[in-house]
């Protein structure tokens, strides 16, 4: 499996552009994490999502942001309009179906789009 | 609110040293705790899951302990490598509903050299 699969790698927009983030998570994996990373803040949950129904969405920082998922295999992350105090690296996750009960949620995580907003 | 603090923000080390990273927790009722690397410019990999029965869990020259009671969880890296230099982060699921809720520490910085 070519794993979890991020684009692009690096973005740079200007300031009240539009901007979407798109992931292919892992085949058969039902659980797909979107996350922000920055020096400042560390790694935060945006929003993720379990057989394609969004779970919880407490981490999207505001309206501008909106994250989908139409099938199981694909999901985008927009951004509208960007502003520069979103530029970071997000990432995006998968997990295969939990076994056993709760607790066994091992993610796989993509190599990330690095976002530049001028 | 779960919180998660790593110590040491950053640690350098020579080769063939054993070391410690340490992971902190305020919220003790967790399912289990997991130990990532991130390597520069890269995603996250996941290096070990300890379930909250368990007490460590091994792999290769890694072993992570968890003791729940006291909110803390440790990665032991054997014979370090120059190879073995990322950032290392803990990280912790939410309960309930938002068990694919994890809560990451900052990172402990690791570098070895040769």
């Known amino acids: 499996d070519a794993g979890v699969i991020q684009s692009p790698r690096h973005e740079v927009t200007e300031m009240g552009q539009e901007v979407t983030l798109r992931c292919k998570p892992i085949s058969g994996h039902n659980s797909l994490f979107w996350y922000r990373q920055t020096m400042m803040r560390g790694l935060e949950l945006l929003i993720y999502f379990n057989n394609n129904v969004p779970i919880d969405d407490s981490g999207m920082p505001e309206d501008r942001f909106s994250a989908k998922m139409p099938n199981a295999s694909f999901s985008t992350l927009k951004i509208q309009p960007s502003e520069p105090r979103d530029s970071a690296v997000y990432f995006c996750a998968s997990s295969p179906p939990l076994g056993g009960g709760a607790g066994l949620n091992i993610q796989y995580f993509g190599a990330g789009t690095r976002l530049s907003v001028l | 609110k779960q919180e998660v603090t790593q110590i040491p923000a950053a640690l350098s080390v020579p080769e063939g040293e054993n070391l410690v990273l340490n992971c902190s927790f305020t919220d003790s009722a967790i399912y289990n705790l997991q130990w990532f690397r991130q390597d520069p410019g890269k995603g996250l990999t996941s290096l070990l899951l300890i379930q909250s029965s368990q007490r460590e869990q091994t792999s290769g020259r890694l072993n992570a302990s968890l003791d729940k009671s006291s909110g803390r969880s440790t990665l032991y890296i054997a014979a370090s490598q120059p190879g073995d230099s990322a950032t290392y982060l803990c990280?912790?699921?939410?309960?309930?509903?938002?068990?694919?809720?994890?809560?990451f520490g900052q990172g402990t910085i690791l570098t070895v050299h040769p």
């Open positions: 990280a912790v699921p939410a309960g309930g509903t938002s068990y694919g809720k994890l809560t």
